[in-house]
């Protein structure tokens, strides 16, 4: 569709250089064109972004704003110079003036090139999706990235079965490192469709954006990005260990603040004034369809290492999932440059999606360490421990990015594999370990690799 509306805009541009050219080339009757097929393109993109099979139309916003721009300017040059004769319109900055407007309108559409038209794939189960959000207020602590002394607020996606009437398993998920509570999008609409309640989190000042309780955008923090970096590219187990633990506490205290929050609301039928939402009635009724015993917890990179983590310590979690990440949590300490493990064996089924790379480079790990990667650790001494590899693959495939903007997903790491089947495969395994762990249906048939 971008590429559509760049190739109608330049054909109207053209066509107002060649109207001026040949039959209009006085400066009142340039003004005056000028001012329709601004209108006429404004009017074209606006229609285009109406269409119903159009998603995420922000990508257009940008753009349309230039137009509305370039519009109102035309149009008040040519009302206030509409009865003035002033000759003709000079043929150079006529044609200047066509290559300066495809070029911003190039720029302006920026947003739509990076980003598809995708919305999500097919879902499996027979309920419609629906998603309502909150903030959670945390009054037992304040933001440590904050210097206003205010509260910890944690928001809240949920996505549940729109037309359900029973109970429902609760899944929370958490995204990765400067991510965002859609990174998983089809995910959590897969596990709703087939009868799941998913409390999608955003952690603040950890997420790429998001909005706190006032309508302010947060944005990463720029330590935390460092700090990221500087783990990314130090072999030091002992850096790792001593950034990764205040990055765990927060996003487990986030946890744990929303598992005690909505078991209490399922408990009482009530929501208390630590949630905030513009629809708290419909918040209530998804929680009091939320069967709180049965929780899964999942999540992606250091989303999944905080999923890990509070699977050890809560007695209320039923399965986990780790999509691609350090299970950092499982290690209590660095002794003579050794990562300490715990001794006891991980407490509730762990399934741990990995890349193929990763798994080779995990041999290689325990032949010069003399010691399992944490993960392989995890995984061998859980209640019921997998792992699952596919070939292929990237950091990002395990996520929604490649399908959203293929150009950010391929700066960040993804694979050259079939993104739309790789997540549809990836769905399908979670929806098979949930519906084994926290319904107690069907068999688990998931293979060690894809």
Same mark, same amino acid.
């Given at each position: 569709?971008?590429?559509?509306?760049? $190739?109608?805009?330049?054909?109207?541009?053209?066509?107002?250089?060649?109207?001026?050219?040949?039959?209009?080339?006085?400066? $009142?009757?340039?003004?005056?064109?000028?001012?329709?097929?601004?209108?006429?393109? #404004?009017?074209?993109?606006?229609?285009?972004?109406?269409?119903?099979?159009?998603?995420?139309?922000?990508?257009?916003?940008?753009?349309?704003?230039?137009?509305?721009?370039?519009?109102?300017?035309?149009?008040?040059? /040519?009302?206030?110079?509409?009865?003035?004769?002033?000759?003709?319109?000079?043929?150079?900055?006529?044609?200047?003036?066509?290559?300066?407007?495809?070029?911003?309108?190039?720029?302006?559409?920026?947003?739509?090139?990076?980003?598809?038209?995708?919305?999500?794939?097919?879902?499996?189960?027979?309920?419609?999706?629906?998603?309502?959000?909150?903030?959670?207020?945390?009054?037992?602590?304040?933001?440590?990235?904050?210097?206003?002394?205010?509260?910890?607020?944690?928001?809240?996606?949920?996505?549940?079965?729109?037309?359900?009437?029973?109970?429902?398993?609760?899944?929370?998920?958490?995204?990765?490192?400067?991510?965002?509570?859609?990174?998983?999008?089809?995910?959590?609409?897969?596990?709703?469709?087939?009868?799941?309640?998913? $409390?999608?989190?955003?952690?603040?000042?950890?997420?790429?954006?998001?909005?706190?309780?006032?309508?302010?955008?947060?944005?990463?923090?720029?330590?935390?990005?460092?700090?990221?970096?500087?783990?990314?590219?130090?072999?030091?187990?002992?850096?790792?260990?001593?950034?990764?633990?205040? /990055?765990?506490?927060?996003?487990?205290?986030?946890?744990?603040?929303?598992?005690?929050?909505?078991?209490?609301?399922?408990?009482?039928?009530?929501?208390?004034?630590?949630?905030?939402?513009?629809?708290?009635? #419909?918040?209530?009724?998804?929680?009091?369809?939320?069967?709180?015993?049965?929780?899964?917890?999942?999540?992606?990179?250091?989303?999944?290492?905080?999923?890990?983590?509070?699977?050890?310590?809560?007695?209320?979690?039923?399965?986990?999932?780790?999509?691609?990440?350090?299970?950092?949590?499982?290690?209590?300490?660095?002794?003579?440059?050794?990562?300490?493990?715990?001794?006891?064996?991980?407490?509730?089924?762990?399934?741990?999606?990995?890349?193929?790379?990763?798994?080779?480079?995990?041999?290689?790990?325990?032949?010069?360490?003399?010691?399992?990667?944490?993960?392989?650790?995890?995984?061998?001494?859980?209640?019921?421990?997998?792992?699952? #590899?596919?070939?292929?693959?990237?950091?990002?495939?395990?996520?929604?990015?490649?399908?959203?903007?293929?150009?950010? $997903?391929?700066?960040?790491?993804?694979?050259?594999?079939?993104?739309?089947?790789?997540?549809?495969?990836?769905?399908?395994?979670?929806?098979?370990?949930?519906?084994?762990?926290?319904?107690?249906?069907?068999?688990?048939?998931?293979?060690?690799?894809?």
């Amino acid at each position: 569709m971008s590429c559509l509306f760049l $190739a109608l805009f330049a054909i109207a541009e053209i066509a107002l250089v060649i109207l001026t050219f040949t039959k209009f080339p006085e400066k $009142a009757a340039w003004r005056k064109n000028r001012a329709f097929i601004r209108a006429a393109e #404004t009017v074209l993109l606006l229609g285009m972004i109406l269409l119903p099979t159009v998603h995420l139309k922000w990508r257009f916003l940008f753009a349309l704003i230039v137009l509305i721009m370039r519009l109102l300017i035309a149009g008040i040059v /040519w009302l206030v110079n509409r009865k003035k004769t002033d000759g003709l319109r000079q043929k150079p900055r006529t044609v200047i003036s066509c290559v300066f407007s495809v070029i911003l309108i190039s720029f302006a559409l920026i947003p739509s090139f990076l980003f598809t038209n995708y919305n999500g794939l097919k879902t499996t189960g027979a309920y419609r999706v629906n998603e309502v959000s909150a903030i959670l207020i945390d009054e037992g602590r304040t933001d440590p990235f904050e210097n206003d002394g205010l509260y910890r607020e944690i928001p809240v996606h949920f996505y549940y079965p729109e037309n359900g009437d029973g109970e429902y398993p609760l899944v929370v998920f958490s995204h990765g490192a400067f991510g965002y509570y859609q990174s998983n999008f089809s995910t959590y609409a897969e596990l709703a469709s087939n009868g799941y309640v998913v $409390a999608a989190l955003d952690h603040p000042h950890h997420s790429f954006f998001t909005k706190d309780s006032s309508g302010k955008t947060v944005i990463v923090d720029r330590g935390f990005i460092a700090d990221v970096m500087t783990i990314n590219e130090t072999t030091s187990d002992e850096m790792v260990f001593e950034l990764s633990q205040s /990055w765990l506490k927060l996003r487990v205290d986030d946890f744990n603040c929303v598992l005690d929050a909505v078991e209490e609301a399922a408990k009482t039928h009530a929501l208390g004034n630590n949630w905030l939402t513009e629809d708290r009635d #419909t918040v209530l009724s998804v929680l009091n369809h939320t069967d709180t015993d049965r929780i899964g917890l999942m999540g992606h990179s250091l989303g999944g290492a905080a999923s890990v983590a509070v699977g050890r310590e809560r007695t209320d979690v039923a399965a986990v999932i780790d999509l691609d990440g350090t299970m950092l949590g499982e290690t209590k300490g660095v002794e003579n440059g050794r990562n300490v493990y715990y001794d006891e064996p991980y407490p509730v089924p762990v399934l741990d999606f990995n890349k193929e790379r990763d798994y080779n480079d995990r041999e290689q790990y325990k032949s010069e360490k003399g010691y399992p990667y944490v993960n392989e650790y995890v995984v061998e001494n859980a209640k019921d421990g997998r792992t699952v #590899t596919f070939s292929g693959v990237e950091h990002m495939d395990f996520t929604d990015l490649p399908l959203i903007s293929p150009f950010l $997903a391929k700066m960040l790491g993804s694979g050259d594999v079939d993104h739309e089947s790789t997540l549809n495969t990836v769905n399908g395994i979670v929806l098979n370990w949930f519906d084994y762990y926290l319904k107690g249906e069907g068999t688990l048939d998931i293979q060690a690799g894809y």
